[in-house]
């Protein structure tokens, strides 16, 4: 499995980093040992003195495509969870100033825990999912889908152009403004609507 990304999908965000409103999805990609699963703790790195946390929706693909047409889209996922996209945005700035690309600061291992995943069915409307973060108990990020640049389908549509989507594949969908560092001893709780789904304790 491999896991899709997509960067600055909310205004406030692209703006929080200084970086411009995309007129076309940008993504890059988390390799499947980034996968942190059944809420383990997340073991701070030696690579990086700057961890930032990123709350996502996370889409969990169903079935195989490419080319997907944005009206049919709505058949390849079947479940939403949250993730942390966690990024090491010391590593990032270096690449972001050389032009080199992101690998090491986002897809390093266990860089993406990643929730349970809630059937589609039980949300009301996809495009009214309230999200968000606590760290240590303070709520530090709220989204909505609502507030997306791009939508779930739209950015099923515009990945499957290049990359073939694969049942099992995770699709994190960009997070909402607020994201900040974390340090050993933090604990991160992330929400769907009322539900706390995640928890990654940093150690
Ligand atoms: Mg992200």
Not at 83 to 101: S, V, Y
Request: charged letters at 25%; a neutral charge; proline letters at 5%.
């Amino acid at each position: 499995m491999k896991m899709i990304c997509i960067g600055r999908n909310y205004s406030e965000h692209a703006r929080e980093l200084n970086n411009p409103v995309p007129s076309e999805p940008v993504f890059f990609m988390k390799p499947e040992s980034a996968q942190l699963r059944n809420n383990q703790p997340f073991i701070y790195p030696e690579f990086s003195k700057d961890i930032h946390y990123e709350a996502e929706l996370v889409l969990h693909v169903c079935k195989v495509g490419r080319n997907i047409q944005e009206k049919f889209a709505g058949t390849y996922y079947d479940g939403i969870g949250v993730g942390l996209d966690f990024t090491a945005r010391d590593l990032q700035q270096k690449a972001k100033e050389k032009g080199l690309p992101w690998e090491m600061a986002k897809a390093f291992d266990f860089s993406a825990p990643v929730s349970k995943f809630i059937p589609l069915s039980t949300f009301a409307d996809l495009a009214n999912i309230r999200f968000g973060l606590f760290k240590n108990g303070e709520l530090v990020q709220q989204g909505n889908s609502s507030e997306m640049i791009f939508s779930f389908d739209k950015i099923i549509s515009y990945v499957s152009r290049f990359v073939t989507l694969k049942q099992g594949d995770y699709i994190f969908t960009g997070t909402p403004a607020g994201v900040g560092p974390v340090q050993i001893g933090d604990r991160l709780e992330a929400f769907i609507e009322d539900q706390k789904l995640l928890l990654c304790n940093i150690r």
